[in-house]
């Protein structure tokens, strides 16, 4: 061995020639990049494809790419979550950021209004109902009723990275698809602060409701608020900001600061990404009613434009497809107990969503179409904040957290499984569907074809 | 679903991954800032965004670059895919033959004499043994398009010089390749065989360039009907994907195909009028106005989170490494000015100010640092392996510094309005001295973006 050699070598300390060592054992990895870079194509064209398949054959495109994340992750080993280290869960967020700000560029206030009574009613039911009935199937589980709240509160919201793509791909109409948007967004607000006054409570051995109350309100209208006012702050640099060359992705590169800002101030960054989407969308009617916008700025503010807008769906469908498969690959199935509980955790939830849909939109001044209120109970997916609410018992040290954890996930996976299949079956005329169509009663309320004959 | 146990041992709560993605919408307005800087002060916006990397990095461990091994890797790729095809599509037949037989010389005299003085300093200085120093000048013989062609499209060269040097890169990316890797065997099989050294190279050439443009044809023919898809204009990365890893996979070179696939779409009215029109009666699409947009802010946004990522991931744990990195640097960089004048002669009539920046580019990249970490399996004393690979991360590192710290230093020559003219730097005139007697009379002060249409 040569001297010089010898004396860097002397400089090293063990864990660094092991890092090396491990380094040398990933350089096979990297010559496995031109593949890897190869089916990262494949998948674009694969999700194009599965989309067709799904506008024909009502085949979702979800479950397929979570059953090619399943076949790449834990089935065939090619991919562990482990590979992707922390980036999968930043991942996760910006996907949710951006198909959140995304959803919000398409909804107008007028819709909003027509929806909100109809969404907080679902929002709230279904929340509470699920809280109270995974908590009563804890009790008779034998398992402490705090813990079971908790897991109830966990499972309470819906997924808005799984809904909003399910709702632009359904014919549904534009009330029924903005207020299933809306609850997916407003669950996860509920979702967060109550699992964690759970926790809490069960740390501390009580419970403060008047400080939970103020914690979802603060965190609903703050966000909203900082969402609205960043959207017509950035709508007034926007013109600007265009001068810039390649400066498109500026915009969502300021959701994601608007984001940051309000997760970190601890209000809800999902909802001030979808205000601000809607406020995007909404800016001439914010500046024609705002006299304080009107005496601020002179200016009209400017819209997003079609370039803009064509470019975020495409991103969006691009987040979306690896969303779905990360999603798949980081499904563990080697334990079958908590797979199990999910499995009828799931069932209960699915069928419950019958009489919760019932009860919140039965008396709806404006009624909503009988398919509509069909969709929106076979719409009922678990996902990112669920996932992440469950990992953090366990990190908190509470007992049953790692059983926690495994059950929440074995419902995300079940529940979007549901969701995908319960989606087009009710589309047919099936027995499934003549069943949810008679839970519903179809005399009182209009389905789309009969509100057609009788236009 | 295991994402727990990632958020578990990574400790990643909600609040920090807020923060996570503030940072990230933060670095995307940064990148617009260090563009800005670098049209006013001509500082590159490279060494910022490598900065950014060194400082969340190595110096204070906020990101591990070795949880990022995987992904980072994945990033590098598709950057430099996407790079090369987006630099492709602004390349016309014209320049490109202008450009080639240039490009050719200035890329074999750049890699022969880089590689001999690597070779030689690494075999008598550091008495490493001969063929894995001589691996280690071919490792170093290239230049990196990942930090070449935004840097020669910031500067807006002249389309010939662009194209020459966009060219060098990409060419002797395979050089380096296949060198390197058939070093390595032989260091495993105590010999070297020549035929198929030159097999693979002219394999790795050639038919990558084939497979590019049949792929570009093929795509063109297609494009309009894809286009009726939704969301379908990120299907054409898409496939540059799928053409890139096709190559690779069977061993030629995917950065070839890349460029080669962005170079036929940009060129296939020509390739359809020249060649197709007798077998094909459809008329190939363009990609339009939108698309190309599309493409150019991918690039940004790749560009920004790679050259962060080559800041975070240079490991540089012992300091004689760095210094000897650091020695090696300064005399690739000494002798690249010789190779510059020897090589762009004054009959390709290209201007002083564009042959002083094609002297000061030759910065190290990706291939290097993924060739060296390949040596490491390849060579059988672990330590010699580890040693190498530090060297040419401090190369790479200070090759991208001295290429950002020299450019400005040229610029200052004509860019400073006339009262200023006095501050013109020494560095300027030393080399505007340099490349005095290979000028025709008047060609320095040629106007840095007269001699075509810019590159950008």
């Excluded at chain 1, 209004?113 to 034998?142: D, E, W």
């Excluded at chain 2, 966009?166 to 390197?180: D, P, Q, R, T, Y």
């Excluded at chain 2, 744990?317 to 650091?326: D, E, F, H, N, T």
């Excluded at chain 2, 390949?374 to 190498?388: H, K, L, S």
């Amino acid at each position: 061995m040569p001297d010089t050699i010898q004396q860097v070598i002397d400089t090293l300390v063990t864990p660094e020639v092991q890092e090396m060592v491990q380094q040398s054992a990933n350089a096979e990895a990297s010559s496995n990049t031109g593949l890897t870079i190869a089916i990262l194509g494949l998948l674009i064209f694969a999700a194009h494809l599965f989309t067709e398949i799904f506008s024909r054959k009502r085949i979702p495109d979800v479950l397929l790419l979570m059953i090619i994340g399943l076949l790449i992750g834990p089935l065939f080993g090619w991919v562990k979550p482990s590979d992707l280290g922390s980036v999968a869960s930043v991942f996760t967020t910006i996907t949710l950021v951006i198909i959140l700000f995304e959803s919000g560029t398409q909804l107008n206030f007028n819709t909003l209004l027509n929806s909100i009574r109809g969404t907080m009613k679902l929002t709230l039911i279904n929340f509470f109902v699920t809280m109270v009935v995974v908590a009563l199937l804890g009790l008779i589980a034998k398992v402490n009723f705090l813990t079971s709240l908790m897991l109830g509160a966990i499972l309470g919201g819906t997924s808005s990275a799984v809904v909003i793509p399910m709702v632009k791909q359904l014919k549904i109409s534009e009330k029924g698809g903005t207020i299933l948007i809306l609850e997916s967004a407003f669950s996860d607000v509920l979702c967060i602060v109550f699992a964690w006054a759970f926790m809490q409570a069960i740390q501390s051995g009580s419970m403060n409701v008047g400080r939970v109350i103020g914690e979802i309100i603060s965190s609903f209208i703050l966000a909203t608020v900082i969402g609205v006012i960043a959207s017509i702050l950035w709508s007034y640099v926007l013109d600007r900001v265009r001068h810039v060359k390649n400066s498109i992705l500026t915009t969502p590169a300021f959701v994601f600061i608007v984001y940051g800002l309000n997760e970190w101030l601890g209000f809800s960054g999902a909802i001030a990404a979808l205000a601000f989407g809607i406020g995007m969308a909404n800016i001439d009617s914010i500046y024609g009613s705002s006299t304080i916008v009107k005496k601020l700025f002179k200016e009209h503010p400017t819209k997003l434009n079609e370039t803009e807008q064509q470019l975020f769906s495409e991103v969006v469908f691009l987040l979306k497809t690896f969303f779905f498969i990360y999603i798949g690959i980081s499904i563990k199935i080697d334990q079958w107990l908590p797979i199990l509980i999910g499995l009828l955790i799931t069932v209960v939830l699915f069928v419950l969503r019958i009489p919760i849909v019932k009860l919140s939109a039965n008396r709806e001044k404006e009624s909503i179409l009988l398919e509509d209120k069909m969709f929106m109970s076979g719409i009922v997916p678990k996902g990112l904040a669920a996932a992440v609410l469950a990992t953090i018992p366990m990190q908190h040290g509470i007992a049953g957290g790692e059983m926690i954890q495994n059950i929440v996930f074995a419902v995300i996976l079940f529940s979007i499984i549901f969701t995908s299949i319960l989606v087009p079956v009710m589309e047919k005329n099936n027995a499934i569907s003549r069943l949810y169509r008679r839970c519903f009663d179809g005399k009182k309320d209009p389905s789309i074809t009969e509100m057609l004959e009788q236009e | 679903m295991d994402s727990t146990s990632q958020i578990i041992s990574t400790g990643l709560s909600s609040s920090k991954i807020g923060l996570i993605i503030a940072i990230i919408g933060l670095l995307i307005f940064a990148a617009h800032l260090f563009s800005s800087i670098f049209s006013k002060r001509r500082i590159p916006d490279v060494l910022f965004l490598i900065l950014i990397g060194l400082v969340i990095g190595p110096l204070t461990h906020l990101v591990d670059s070795d949880k990022l091994t995987l992904l980072g890797s994945i990033l590098s790729a598709v950057t430099l895919v996407l790079i090369l095809f987006e630099s492709g599509i602004q390349l016309s037949f014209n320049n490109l033959k202008d450009s080639f037989k240039p490009s050719l010389k200035l890329t074999a005299l750049n890699f022969v004499v880089s590689a001999i003085v690597v070779w030689l300093v690494v075999w008598l200085g550091l008495k490493v043994d001969p063929v894995i120093s001589l691996t280690m000048g071919c490792v170093l013989g290239g230049t990196a398009s990942a930090v070449v062609i935004p840097t020669v499209r910031q500067l807006k060269m002249s389309q010939k010089s662009a194209t020459i040097l966009i060219l060098e890169a990409a060419i002797g990316n395979v050089f380096s390749i296949v060198l390197a890797l058939a070093l390595l065997h032989a260091v495993k099989s105590k010999h070297v065989e020549f035929g198929m050294i030159f097999g693979d190279i002219f394999s790795s050439f050639i038919l990558a360039t084939l497979i590019g443009l049949l792929g570009a044809i093929f795509w063109a023919l297609i494009l309009d009907k894809v286009r009726e898809i939704k969301y379908s204009v990120l299907t054409t990365p898409a496939f540059v994907f799928i053409i890139y890893g096709i190559n690779e996979w069977m061993g030629y070179s995917g950065a070839i195909a890349a460029l080669a696939f962005g170079i036929g779409m940009a060129n296939i009215d020509g390739i359809y009028d020249g060649m197709l029109k007798k077998v094909i009666k459809k008329r190939p699409a363009n990609l339009n106005d939108t698309e190309r947009a599309l493409f150019s802010e991918l690039v940004l946004l790749l560009k920004t989170f790679f050259f962060v990522y080559v800041g975070i991931s240079i490991q540089l744990y012992a300091w004689q490494p760095i210094v000897i990195g650091l020695a090696i640097t300064v005399l690739l960089y000494a002798v690249r000015f010789p190779v510059v004048r020897l090589a762009i002669q004054n009959k390709y009539q290209i201007p002083t100010q564009e042959r002083m920046y094609m002297s000061v580019t030759t910065p190290k990249g990706l291939t290097a640092a993924v060739l060296a970490t390949q040596a490491m399996a390849f060579i059988p004393d672990v330590e010699t392996g580890f040693f190498i690979r530090n060297i040419v991360f401090s190369v790479i590192l200070f090759s991208i510094v001295i290429n950002s710290i020299l450019i400005p230093l040229i610029a200052r020559k004509n860019k400073i309005p006339k009262s200023d003219a006095g501050k013109e730097s020494d560095f300027s005139k030393v080399m505007v001295e340099m490349f005095k007697d290979h000028d025709q009379p008047g060609a320095l002060n040629h106007p840095v973006s007269s001699n075509s249409e810019v590159a950008d």
